[in-house]
Structures are given as C-alpha cells and as structure tokens.
C-alpha cells in the first residue's frame, strides 16, 4: 500500500507537469464511441469478474467473446489453440495489419474472500489478475473502431487468447495456425497493474527480466568445498540485496523503475537462496536469479563457467547451467519506439517510458507473439489510492479502477488506427 501510494505521488507530479494536447477528431470519434457504451462495458466486465474460468477451461468466456464479436459483423473464428477466438475487422482500404491481444483466463485461488461487491460465482476462482478488464477493453476497442470503420484503413485483428496462467495458451494458438489465420505487421497487448488509473508505461527490449534457474552440480560432499562454490554462485549479484529487498528504492523518481538513473537497468540479482540437494555421491546447488538483458545474462554465463577454470574447485565441478523458467518478454524496438512517439504525442499526460526492467520472475507468453511478430506489451495502471482500489495482480486485495476501461478504449483504439495509417 505505501509503495503503491509513493509511486502514485511521482506518477501524478509527473503527469499534471504535462501540456494538454487537443483531440483530433478521429480521437474524438473513438472517445465518443467509448463513451457511449460505458456502461455496457463496466456491466460486461462485472458479468466475466463474477464468472471466472480458469485455464484450459474457458467455455462461458469464450461463447461470450464469440457472440459480442459477431455481432459487431466482424470475421469471427472460434477454437483457436483451445478456447481462444479471432475477430477480424477488415476495411478494404490500404494499411498495416495491426492485432490486439488479450487473455481471457482467472486464476484457482484459496485466497480471502473477493472484495468486489460483484464477487465470482465459481468457489475457488478468481479474476485476480485483471484478464476481465484486459478482455472489456479489447472488446471495447473493437466495438468503436467497427463503429468509425468508414474512417479508418488497414486490417484489425482481436485475439482473445486462452491459458495465460499457465503460459500454455499463447503456443497452442500459434501451433493451431494463428499466423496462417492473420498476417499481423505489429501486435500489442496490456495489462494492469498498481500504476495510477490510466498511466501507459513500456519501454523497449526486456520489460520483465530474464528469470533462470542457476543449477551447479559437484561430484563431491565435502562442505568446505560446496560452501566455496556458493560464495562463487553469489558473486553473480551486481546489486546489493538491499536496492531489490522489502526497502528497496523501486519508486525513488531517480533510481526506481521510472527514474532517470534508475539501478534496474542493468542487473544480475539473486531472487532465493542457494541450496543443496544430494544425488548419490553428487551435489547439486541451485537458486533463482533475475537478470535485467541478454547482456547481463550473457555476463553471468561467463563468470559462471569461470569455475571451470578455478585452481581449487574446477576439480569437482561438473556442470554449470541456467534453466529457463519462463518466457523472456521483448518488446520490439522500433515497433515500441513509434507506439511510444504516437501515443506522446496525443496523450503525454498518461503516457511513461519505463527505465528499468523489472525483476522477481514475472512474465507473459505474449512474448511468444512477439518472437513472431514486431509489437509491444503495456502496463497500465488501474489504481485509485484514496479509494483503497490497488490494481496489484495476484494479490488477494486486487481491485481495479473501472475508469481504465473507457481510458483504454480511447488511449489503445487511436494507437491502432494510428499504426494502421502508417505504411506497410
């Protein structure tokens, strides 16, 4: 709650420091459109809070996608990789292909009760991570830019995709032949976070760090020596425990994520402690470390393999390995840079560049779409302190600030209509 408030108190200094910039009229356009199904969108997002399904079994979700989209008229397939569906909105006129992604999937939780007044239906399930809003938007987004399609060129793309949580769904959409289904030029998606309601923060190249499991194995049991290889292993940190532990600087203006000398930029941090586990007459160590870019990884590797060549302890390593443990998420450079040019130049008061890239494991297989295809992924805050709603994904308190929904719409359905203007 405290950093959730200080980071509110920096973001908000920052944003009314900004100049207003005067809507276009296609701006305009998507921002009437938006507001006018307001409701409809807060009751359709209450609808899927109090019906959360978890992963693989996205059954309701699903058909509710399905018929919103064919309703609006758009090109609609079912089934893609499981549960997910594609909606396309053609305009027969020349400009990029520009897709959307949103999950659509809840999490199986024991946590406290649901504090939202409409709470999930479904014991033990709970939309704590915000793919509910993330699917509204991406429906109300479609919703307005069908509406405006007359004013508008390219192609677009809704892709509602199954199975996030568990970093399945993305692979089985494109092994069940997404790209064979759309010819996307770029793909963005969202997602909530603690950030002040309507704060759109990203930056290009790694958003969430490289997360690896560091497994050393030994052909010995001898403490001294697996004591000598731990300190070896801790030399891989470049921070001090203290800039990433529970009285980190994260939301310093100057060295947190969005600060202008922020430590999270380049980094190599261990996230647990090292343990050892017995195998016959082996020993096996292992730990958790973030690492911020394939630079700091690469470096690691090397000062890792180092102890091949170390005189009192080469003789009893035996392997030194990083195991992946989740999808590394890279936001396209130039895709990213233009999305940050277009939406600064319309909407710099809610518009961030990050600085840093954030540590402790989080990921999205989203980045398995951008391995594809050019595109970024976004944060945007959905948080209103002063009404205890803190956006914070997973935890049992997670609320979100409904006014991200109509904010969204507009901010992300001009990015697309932007994008597709702009040449193939």
């Known amino acids: 709650m405290i950093r959730s408030l200080i980071l509110f108190l920096i973001c908000s200094s920052w944003i009314y420091a900004q100049d207003m910039v005067s809507p276009t009229p296609l701006q305009q356009a998507i921002k009437t459109e938006s507001s006018l199904i307001k409701d409809q969108l807060i009751s359709l997002r209450r609808d899927l809070h109090q019906h959360p399904e978890i992963a693989g079994n996205e059954k309701r979700t699903s058909a509710v996608i399905s018929k919103l989209l064919n309703d609006l008229g758009l090109e609609v397939h079912e089934a893609v990789g ?9 305009t027969d006129k020349p400009g990029k292909h520009i897709a959307w992604r949103a999950d659509i999937d809840a999490l199986s939780t024991n946590l406290e009760e649901d504090p939202a007044d409409f709470k999930s239906v479904n014991k033990g399930v709970r939309h704590i991570c915000g793919h509910d809003v993330h699917t509204t938007i991406a429906l109300g987004i479609a919703h307005s830019l069908t509406q405006l399609k007359a004013q508008l060129s390219g192609t677009y793309y809704f892709v509602f995709q199954p199975a996030e949580e568990n970093i399945t769904g993305a692979k ?19 997602h909530m976070t603690p950030f002040p309601t309507g704060i759109v923060a990203t930056k290009p190249g790694e958003l969430y760090a490289h997360y690896k ?24 940190t470049t921070v001090k425990d203290t800039m990433f532990g529970k009285d980190s600087s994260f939301e310093d203006p100057i060295k947190g994520i969005v600060g202008t000398e922020s430590i999270y930029q380049k980094y190599s941090f261990r996230e647990s402690d090292i343990w050892a586990q017995q195998e016959g007459e082996q020993t096996i160590l292992h730990t958790y470390y973030s690492f911020s870019d394939d630079a700091a990884l690469s470096d690691a590797g090397l000062q890792l393999q180092n102890l091949f060549d170390h005189e009192e302890l080469s003789t009893y390593i035996k392997s030194c390995d990083f195991e992946p443990v989740s999808y590394v998420l890279k936001n396209h ?33 989203f980045a398995l ?8 992924y976004f944060f945007v805050g959905a948080t209103d302190v002063e009404k205890n709603i803190i956006a914070m994904p997973h935890a049992p308190f997670f609320q979100v600030d409904e006014k991200v929904i109509g904010q969204s719409v507009e901010i992300f359905g001009w990015l697309m209509a932007k994008r597709a203007r702009s040449p193939r």
Do not use: N
Request: hydrophobic share 40%.
């Open 82 to 90: 499981g549960y997910g569906v594609v909606g396309i909105l053609k």
């Open 172 to 190: 089985a959409m494109l092994d069940d032949g997404l790209l064979d289904l759309i010819q996307p030029d770029e793909f963005f998606a969202l």
């Open 213 to 236: 499991k560091v497994v050393v194995r030994l052909d010995t049991q001898d403490p001294k020596i697996i004591d000598a290889v731990k300190e070896q292993m801790r030399t891989l």
């Open 333 to 365: 450079p130039e895709t990213t840079r233009a999305a940050l040019e277009t939406l600064q130049q319309q909407f710099p008061q809610q518009t961030l560049e990050l600085s840093g890239v954030f540590p402790g494991g989080r990921s999205d297989d």
């Open 369 to 376: 779409f951008l391995d594809k295809v050019p595109g970024t």
